[in-house]
């Protein structure tokens, strides 16, 4: 019934304008339509949105928004109703410099670290994994540990947390 939720959204959307539909992982519904053989309601789904995007009824005062991380499994008729695509890559290191620094100051507890190094480190590292999955787990070690501050061996484990993490299957719970 993906195709009705997709309407009814659409409609739920327009009787509020103005709105905005955002669509985080846009190719779960938006796959390309060869991949019809593997999930059945493929086409299904894609028509639907594509009708709503350019389809009869304007639907004035609505921005849809679509993220994902694969685009290249998008249908490229959906992906040519988007105004624009916006890539955001992976900060570099002198970014991940500038990201580390400005969390480190509003730490509740002092670091003892080398920036620049860490910076290294943090190679393929976002923002955000920076921040909770380097940052947050140091300090949480280091107050778990009762300590005066955060040390190089608490982002040693937070490191090595996040290696252990990237590597784990995704998708199964225990």
Not at 92 to 120: C, F, H, Q, T
């Amino acid at each position: 019934d993906g195709a009705r939720q997709i309407h009814d959204l659409f409609e739920a959307a327009s009787a509020c304008a103005p709105a905005v539909i955002f669509i985080d992982e846009i190719d779960a519904i938006g796959l390309d339509r060869k991949y019809q053989s593997l999930r059945g309601d493929v086409s299904e789904v894609v028509n639907a949105l594509l009708t709503e995007l350019d389809g009869i009824n304007p639907n004035l005062g609505v921005v849809t928004i679509g993220a994902t991380n694969n685009p290249q499994l998008l249908d490229y008729a959906l992906r040519s109703r988007f105004e624009e695509e916006i890539e955001f890559v992976l900060p570099d290191e002198g970014e991940r410099k500038r990201i580390l620094e400005m969390y480190i100051e509003s730490m509740p507890l002092p670091v003892d670290v080398n920036v620049k190094k860490l910076a290294s480190l943090s190679k393929g590292m976002s923002g955000r994994d920076i921040k909770d999955r380097l940052l947050k787990v140091a300090l949480h070690k280091a107050i778990s540990e009762d300590q005066e501050s955060v040390t190089w061996e608490n982002f040693q484990y937070a490191l090595k947390h996040h290696e252990k993490e990237k590597n784990e299957p995704k998708g199964m719970f225990a």
